[in-house]
């Protein structure tokens, strides 16, 4: 996992950043590192935490910070976490 979240009401939250090597060997797509990729996220949400994909070209520095905010203002809403007044305008 890239990151771990331990939220409030013992919520934990798995952040994941998939870059090619995730999905693909030698720039070719590799159906093998996508089935484990997506056993590990089973495993994962069978222990509890829930799991959130990015795919790494979503983040490039001309969408990245709106995607992050957008993100991370969903997820707050979603766990009834209150943000200063200055991060939701």
């Known amino acids: 996992m ?3 979240l ?3 009401n013992r919520v934990r939250v798995v952040l994941e950043v998939d870059g090619q090597q995730h999905y693909s060997v030698d720039g070719k797509a590799s159906p093998q590192l ?3 990729m997506v056993s590990e996220d089973r495993q994962l949400s069978l222990s ?3 799991v959130y994909r990015f795919g790494g070209h979503e983040l490039d520095r001309n969408n990245g910070p709106r995607v992050v905010a957008g993100f ?3 997820l707050f809403q979603r766990y009834d976490i209150l943000l200063p007044p200055s991060v939701t305008n």
Do not use: I, M, S, V
């Open 2 to 4: 890239d990151f771990l």
């Open 6 to 8: 331990l939220l409030p």
């Open 34 to 36: 996508y089935a484990q």
């Open 48 to 50: 509890g935490y829930d």
């Open 72 to 74: 991370f203002r969903e």
